[in-house]
């Protein structure tokens, strides 16, 4: 079985910065794109960032500047640095993986979400 757990949210003033980690285990062939995903109350999830094996990354306009994906491809592990926060941000925040399990094709997983909350 394949998991990924998240972890780094919480509550932050405006401006202030947290960092998220998601590390994928289990029975892992290939980890390919990672990324992060949010969704505030009432509103459809998004895509916030995401990277591929080898580096490349793409931002939801409202981010760019303010957040940096990375990953750990020895720990597969994907971390999401936000800066500048706002109460905009405020949502709860999951961790995708394309991940190729051993004896199994590639497929997509889900963190269980981290609470991020952005208010004065």
């Known amino acids: 079985q394949v998991q990924l757990v998240e972890s780094g949210g919480g509550l932050v003033q405006p401006g202030g910065s947290l960092r998220l980690s998601c590390a994928a285990s289990g029975s892992i062939s290939r980890v390919n794109a990672m990324g992060w995903y949010r969704q505030a109350p009432g509103k459809q999830r998004e895509l916030v960032a995401r990277?591929?094996?080898?580096?490349?990354?793409n931002y939801v306009d409202s981010v760019k500047g303010r957040f940096t994906i990375s990953r750990d491809n020895a720990k597969n592990t994907v971390y999401l640095q936000m800066n500048s926060l706002k109460p905009e941000d405020t949502a709860v925040y999951y961790c995708?993986?394309?991940?190729?399990?051993?004896?199994?094709?590639?497929?997509?997983?889900w963190g269980q979400g981290t609470q991020v909350a952005c208010s004065s």
């Open positions: 990277i591929t094996s080898g580096g490349s990354t």
């Open positions: 995708y993986a394309m991940i190729e399990a051993y004896g199994l094709g590639p497929r997509g997983y």
